[in-house]
């Protein structure tokens, strides 16, 4: 045995690694997130949302985002920041005009991280934490999707969501740009004007390049119909794409999601067209004077674009009372669950009608397509509903005292706001600071709010060791 295989080892020759010089910020922001991560996966995926809003408004507030040059007020640059991220598309300076080439490219950044959803950024968080996408990560992913895919599906839907964007998104720029060079548009500003619009269309964003928007486009179906076919994919959200990958237009293999986001996803886009044909076809400000192939598309595109898409061709402003009313309704409907449209989300409608049916018929289950739904599925439906109605109630109220506007304009503001849908009749630009961050926390709280609330309810289950006795009301 040779000198150094006998000599014993002490443990004074044995240094922990040091932290590398400048890596201990990192190490410290690992720790918090895996500190929140244990705690609560929800607050994560709040955080993270709140973190990416924080960033984007720095960077929207410097002189470089701003086409004069000067630095842009903290309400609008925070405003701004969060309508993009959380894809709604209200805005209160105009997007062509304020905004630099730099300043559109990080609304376009923003948008594009936004779109991906808690989802994608919670997991990107577990990911910084655990170096892999293990058991901590995948369960934090499930519930910043409100649980919409088993466990073992969470890397897969991951995959998809980052896939399907950047495929479809492509897919469209490919379309749009051709129809920009044929308008007279030089070739480089043609590429952004494409790019720009396929992000915001399937992303429910609604931000415009254009100063007048797409209303120029009005009867252009190589640019309308692009836009609406974006918004309504994604609408559908990623848990369903992924079922479709998957098994193709195979009815039977679909799950209930898939099937209830479907059908009433198309249900409220026939009604939607039909109802806003009839209330507008004889208005002389907006679709009157047209031949009727162009009322029809206009129809169609309001119906898409009313339930999240943020695009509009008429002025919401000259619109008839019933006809801002079947708006209302139908952005606080909204889309698909874990998708980039906004609202209580078209499941959520078909589980509180599927229970009120069953009501009616004296059926002590609620079923459908051979299922019966769940009495705790039932219960998030009532709070995510009653919890988007207080959000509305409550920013309409703050938002009538500080603008003074009429009660059409501020419910038809706030409901885009909550909804994420950015449609306006103008009351953005024009109400005052205070009103700002209202929209402004009412855009952040309609997208992460009712998804977080949804998830917290899902998985609170408390174990009792007793009932009282039942008692019931007298109801209705």
């Not at 007048?212 to 309504?232: A, C, H, N, Q, R």
């Not at 959000?391 to 009538?400: G, P, T």
Request: net charge neutral; with cysteine.
């Amino acid at each position: 045995m040779t000198q150094s295989q006998s000599r014993p080892r002490t443990p004074a020759s044995w240094h922990p690694p040091e932290e590398r010089e400048g890596l201990w910020i990192f190490t410290r922001l690992r720790d918090f997130i895996d500190d929140i991560a244990n705690t609560s996966p929800a607050r994560l995926a709040l955080s993270a949302f709140a973190a990416v809003c924080l960033v984007f408004t720095f960077l929207l507030s410097l002189p470089v985002s701003s086409a004069d040059g000067t630095a842009t007020p903290l309400h609008q640059a925070l405003f701004t920041a969060v309508s993009a991220v959380c894809v709604t598309g209200l805005t209160v300076v105009s997007t062509a005009v304020h905004w630099s080439f730099f300043g559109q490219l990080v609304i376009l950044v923003g948008i594009f991280i936004g779109g991906l959803g808690t989802l994608t950024l919670a997991s990107l968080l577990a990911l910084m934490v655990s170096k892999r996408l293990g058991v901590r990560g995948k369960i934090i992913a499930a519930e910043s999707m409100n649980n919409a895919g088993r466990l073992g599906e969470v890397g897969t839907l991951l995959r998809i969501v980052i896939t399907t964007s950047v495929v479809i998104e492509g897919i469209l720029a490919l379309t749009l740009i051709p129809r920009f060079l044929t308008l007279g548009e030089p070739f480089w500003q043609s590429v952004w004007h494409g790019i720009f619009y396929a992000i915001s269309a399937f992303n429910n964003a609604g931000f415009t390049p254009h100063s007048d928007g797409i209303v120029p486009y009005e009867t252009d179906l190589w640019i309308l119909v692009p836009l609406m076919v974006g918004v309504f994919l994604g609408s559908l959200g990623f848990p369903v794409v992924m079922v479709l990958q998957q098994n193709g237009l195979n009815w039977k293999k679909w799950n209930l999601h898939t099937k209830l986001t479907i059908q009433v996803s198309f249900i409220l886009l026939v009604a939607g067209t039909f109802l806003w044909a009839l209330m507008e076809w004889d208005n002389a400000r907006t679709i009157g004077p047209m031949g009727f192939g162009d009322k029809v598309t206009h129809s169609l595109f309001a119906s898409v674009m009313t339930r999240s898409g943020g695009f509009n061709l008429v002025d919401q402003n000259h619109m008839e009372s019933t006809t801002k009313l079947l708006t209302d309704a139908l952005m606080f409907a909204g889309g698909g669950s874990a998708s980039t449209a906004g609202g209580i989300k078209v499941t959520t409608i078909a589980v509180m009608f599927l229970a009120i049916i069953a009501e009616a018929r004296g059926d002590a289950d609620v079923k459908v397509y051979g299922r019966t739904i769940p009495q705790g599925t039932m219960r998030v439906a009532i709070s995510v509903i009653v919890a988007g109605a207080t959000l509305v109630s409550v920013s309409a109220f703050l938002l009538l005292h500080f603008s003074g506007a009429s009660l059409d304009r501020v419910l038809f503001e706030t409901i885009s706001a909550f909804a994420t849908v950015g449609l306006s009749t103008g009351l953005s630009a024009e109400v005052g600071p205070e009103g700002v961050y209202v929209l402004t926390a009412l855009m952040f709280a309609g997208r992460v709010g009712t998804v977080t609330l949804a998830a917290a309810l899902a998985l609170r289950q408390r174990s009792q060791l007793f009932h009282y006795p039942e008692e019931r009301p007298i109801i209705g």
